[in-house]
């Protein structure tokens, strides 16, 4: 583990969130320690380099994991390590197959996609690569249960989420994803699209991360849009517990 590995781990112990994304982690490795037992099954969609995937290995040894990384330099690095406890696939996933230029963000490769967004970051050094595209339909065995999938693509969870409309329906597994302002817009998505998807669709619940924890009722679809405007929070979970 690297010294920055260190200091955020220390830093998720003590509950010092020093930044949104630093909170976001700590939600999210809490959650899934609540919805994750020894067999669950578990996707991890934009697997960057695997630190969702070991938490995953860690609480569900007994399960079926699947990653998704595009990047080439990223997907050979999680073949190399997991590849004999997960199946990791270079796919871009979205609601079609086919082949897509993808936005490769070399100084900063958590903001690459396949669409350009906004960086927060100065000058993003973005190299044009060649990627597949294929949906979760498609390349997840329909005899496989999913239970839990996180989905982290800088904008395209839509694409992601329509082209695994079977699965989701078929399974309804917990899904934390990340959605706003600054990525999912580049992809023409409305918040209330996403929402109604979610809701109607597919039967989920969408709940701040904290709601979720504290058996909160879960977002109207206003209150999603106003999250989502606002960029106030931009990590959700979809559900299907009731607490009402």
């Known amino acids: ?26 939600l ?10 020894r067999n669950t099954n578990c996707i991890d969609i934009g697997c960057h380099k695997g630190e969702i995937l070991d938490i995953m290995l860690h609480l569900a040894p ?5 990653a998704f990384e595009p990047i080439p330099l990223l997907f050979n690095f999680l073949e190399n390590k997991y590849g004999k406890n997960s199946t990791i696939y270079p796919y871009a996933l979205s ?8 936005n490769y963000v070399k100084n900063a490769p958590a ?11 100065d000058k993003p050094e973005i190299e044009e690569i060649k990627v597949e595209l294929n949906t979760l339909d498609e390349v997840i065995p329909s005899n496989i249960q ?28 917990t899904i934390i994803f990340e959605c ?13 699209e996403i929402y109604n998807f979610m809701t109607k669709e597919i039967g989920l619940n969408i709940s701040l991360l904290k ?12 209150e999603f849009e106003y999250y989502y405007s606002t960029n106030k929070e931009y990590y959700f979970i979809a559900h299907n517990f009731d607490w009402s």
């Open 111 to 121: 903001y690459s996609g396949i669409k350009k967004r906004k960086y927060d970051i």
């Open 1 to 26: 583990m690297n010294y920055k590995n260190i200091i955020r781990s220390l830093l998720n112990f003590l509950h010092l969130d020093l930044t949104k994304n630093l909170k976001y982690d700590r």
């Open 211 to 222: 709601s979720f924890l504290k058996k909160s009722l879960p977002l109207t679809l206003k």
């Open 28 to 37: 999210t490795k809490l959650i899934m320690k609540k919805v994750i037992n």
């Open 95 to 102: 609601d079609k197959n086919g082949f897509s230029t993808f």
């Open 62 to 66: 007994e399960g079926k994991h699947f």
């Open 180 to 192: 706003g302002l600054g990525a999912s817009d580049f992809y023409g998505v409305k918040p209330e």
């Open 146 to 173: 999913i239970d839990f999938i996180k989905i982290d693509v800088e904008g395209g969870e839509f694409g992601v989420l329509k082209g695994g409309k079977k699965l989701l329906v078929k399974y309804k597994p």
